[in-house]
């Protein structure tokens, strides 16, 4: 399927890699398909909208940021998750060109089920945010 | 928007598969208990504000602002080396 974006023009993608955002994405409601799209070096990705050209995260493994998140099973069973080795943990980045200050959101992170492709966003309360955040031992900057 | 009165015990059902329950009332505090599907998620409002804030902050990235971002994350992960080879 060809789809429309607005930062890489047009693209040519099978359609089985799209996710399945089933209530779209806080303040993005109603896109509910996105795909992950390589970004050169560093453990930097794209989550580009499939049909809203304008729309794209820059998302990253929590641990390339030095971090580690604790799911709780009920989070994960959101989207069906009940083996481990299904469940991938991303994090939007965003960058303040004035501040040359980088963003992790933390209180938002994406989950998402590997095998059925489906994903949402779970949000922390910032209360809460120590339960289930950690630094990582590893840290990855490649 | 429908405004229902209910005391404490009693519940909402919304559909035929959520309910909400008045738990207990304070001064100025209401605590209330969701039954809804697994798969709807439940927010608090200001949270849910405050994270489509900050999606909407992410969805401004451009192309060029992460490769900036790269290069600054670079610069830092190249300093932290260099500052562990220091005795």
């Known amino acids: ?142 | 928007m429908l405004v229902l009165t209910r005391k404490v015990g009693e519940s909402i059902r919304i559909g035929d598969d959520i309910e909400i329950v008045v738990t207990a009332i304070d001064q100025n505090k209401v605590k209330i208990g969701i039954q809804s599907p697994r798969h709807v998620p439940v927010y608090r409002e200001e949270l849910y504000q405050k994270i489509q804030e900050g999606n909407r902050e992410a969805a401004s990235m451009r192309a060029d602002d992460l490769d900036e971002m790269v290069e600054v994350l670079s610069k830092k992960g190249r300093e932290r080396s260099g500052n562990e080879d220091l005795p």
């Open chain 1, 1 to 142: 399927m060809r789809i429309e974006t607005t930062r890489f023009g047009f693209l040519d993608l099978d359609e089985s890699i799209f996710i399945n955002f089933p209530w779209g994405i806080p303040g993005f409601e109603k896109i509910k398909r996105f795909v992950l799209l390589e970004q050169g070096e560093g453990p930097f990705q794209w989550l580009q909208a499939v049909d809203e050209p304008g729309v794209a995260f820059v998302v990253c493994p929590p641990e390339s940021l030095g971090m580690k998140y604790k799911v709780p099973r009920d989070k994960g069973e959101v989207i069906g998750l009940n083996q481990p080795e299904d469940m991938m943990v991303l994090i939007m980045v965003s960058f303040n060109r004035e501040r040359m200050n980088i963003r992790p959101h933390l209180r938002g992170p994406l989950l998402f089920n590997v095998a059925s492709r489906v994903g949402y966003q779970w949000s922390i309360d910032s209360r809460e945010l120590q339960r289930y955040v950690s630094e990582a031992r590893h840290v990855d900057n490649a």
